[in-house]
Every structure is written in structure tokens, then in C-alpha cells.
């Protein structure tokens, strides 16, 4: 599961802030951390945790102090572990989604992302279908804005001239 992740969580983020200056890439990259660590770990561990999300939300508030531009481009990282969570339905297994509160064991919990079978194409084909969407939305065939968003990141909305240069 990647594109699901990729394209739910900069879906979501658009739909819900609309703000074509946050760094997309951070967000995606939270949003595809946690089944990255917690697969190398063997299944749902830390990063399945909503306490997780919010103890790397308050580092990244507490680290940027000051720090504006530092701070609306890590806020993504949270942000996109939020939305792992509530994509990977992370929530139906209450020891690893409460850990450490429910106790210090996860268990032998399975990465949700892997339970889900066959469930797992449909979804990664709706996060396809988003990509695409967010390709053709941003314009991002034109090299210009491709180039912009992957080094900074961020959108150019609309029929808007060039973006500035990096």
C-alpha cells in the first residue's frame, strides 16, 4: 500500500486547508512512515499509535519555535501520521493505536495495511486515481510547476504564471 496513503493524505490535506503552500511531500512521507518503520519491525508497532502522531506533532511544534517557514513545512509530518492512521483504519486495533497507554506491548498486531487482502487493490487504484487527479489539477505535466512542486513541494494554483524560482 503506497498510493493509497500518497493520495488520501494530499487529498485530504488540500480538501481540508486548500493552502497550495504546504510542503505536499512531507505530508505524503507521514502518511507512508508508519507502515515503513513499524513493516521493518514486523507489524503495527509505535507509529500506529495516535499518541505517536501527537508526540512527533508537539517535537515538531516545540523544534520550530520561532521558525515559521521551518515550521508550516515539518507540520506535514504529523499531520500526514494522522492520516496514516485514519486511512489504515489503525484505530480498530486498540492496543497499538492506544499504545503506550493500554500497556507497553503491542503485541503481535499485523500491519492493517496487510490484513486487507484483495481490498488492497481497490484501494491503491482510488490512490491512483487521486495521484492523476493531482497531476492533471496542479498542471504538473508542465515541467515549470513539476519542478517547483518537487523541490518545494508546494502547488501553484490554477492558470497562474510560472512559479517563482527555487
Same mark, same amino acid.
Not at 514486523?42 to 506533532?57: D, E, K, Q
Not at 486498540?94 to 503481535?108: H, I, N
Not at 487527479?133 to 512542486?149: G, K, N
Given at each position: 500500500? %503506497?498510493l !493509497?496513503f500518497?493520495g488520501?493524505?494530499?487529498l485530504a490535506? !488540500?480538501?481540508?486547508?486548500?493552502d497550495?503552500?504546504?510542503d505536499?511531500?512531507?505530508? &505524503?512521507?507521514?502518511?507512508?512512515?508508519?507502515d515503513?518503520v513499524d513493516g521493518l519491525?514486523?507489524?503495527a508497532a509505535a507509529l500506529h499509535?495516535?499518541?505517536?502522531?501527537i508526540?512527533?506533532?508537539?517535537?515538531?511544534?516545540l523544534?520550530?519555535?520561532?521558525?515559521r517557514a521551518?515550521r508550516r513545512? !515539518?507540520l506535514?509530518?504529523?499531520i500526514?501520521? %494522522?492520516?496514516h492512521?485514519v486511512l489504515?483504519?489503525? %484505530?480498530?486495533?486498540?492496543?497499538? %493505536? !492506544?499504545w503506550?497507554?493500554t500497556g507497553?506491548?503491542?503485541?503481535?498486531a499485523?500491519?492493517?495495511s496487510l490484513?486487507r487482502?484483495?481490498?488492497?487493490?481497490?484501494l491503491?487504484l482510488?490512490?491512483?486515481?487521486?495521484?492523476?487527479?493531482w497531476?492533471?489539477r496542479f498542471?504538473?505535466?508542465?515541467?515549470t510547476?513539476?519542478t517547483?512542486f518537487?523541490r518545494t513541494?508546494?502547488?501553484?494554483?490554477? &492558470?497562474?504564471?510560472a512559479?517563482?524560482?527555487?
Amino acid at each position: 500500500m %503506497f498510493l !493509497w496513503f500518497v493520495g488520501g493524505s494530499i487529498l485530504a490535506v !488540500w480538501l481540508v486547508f486548500r493552502d497550495p503552500a504546504i510542503d505536499y511531500r512531507v505530508v &505524503a512521507l507521514g502518511a507512508v512512515l508508519p507502515d515503513v518503520v513499524d513493516g521493518l519491525l514486523g507489524g503495527a508497532a509505535a507509529l500506529h499509535s495516535v499518541v505517536t502522531a501527537i508526540a512527533v506533532l508537539v517535537v515538531v511544534m516545540l523544534a520550530t519555535i520561532g521558525r515559521r517557514a521551518t515550521r508550516r513545512r !515539518w507540520l506535514g509530518l504529523p499531520i500526514g501520521m %494522522f492520516l496514516h492512521l485514519v486511512l489504515d483504519g489503525a %484505530f480498530a486495533d486498540t492496543d497499538a %493505536f !492506544w499504545w503506550p497507554l493500554t500497556g507497553l506491548s503491542v503485541g503481535d498486531a499485523p500491519l492493517p495495511s496487510l490484513e486487507r487482502g484483495l481490498w488492497n487493490v481497490a484501494l491503491e487504484l482510488v490512490g491512483l486515481a487521486i495521484c492523476v487527479w493531482w497531476w492533471r489539477r496542479f498542471h504538473l505535466a508542465d515541467p515549470t510547476r513539476r519542478t517547483y512542486f518537487l523541490r518545494t513541494g508546494r502547488v501553484v494554483v490554477g &492558470a497562474a504564471p510560472a512559479p517563482p524560482s527555487c
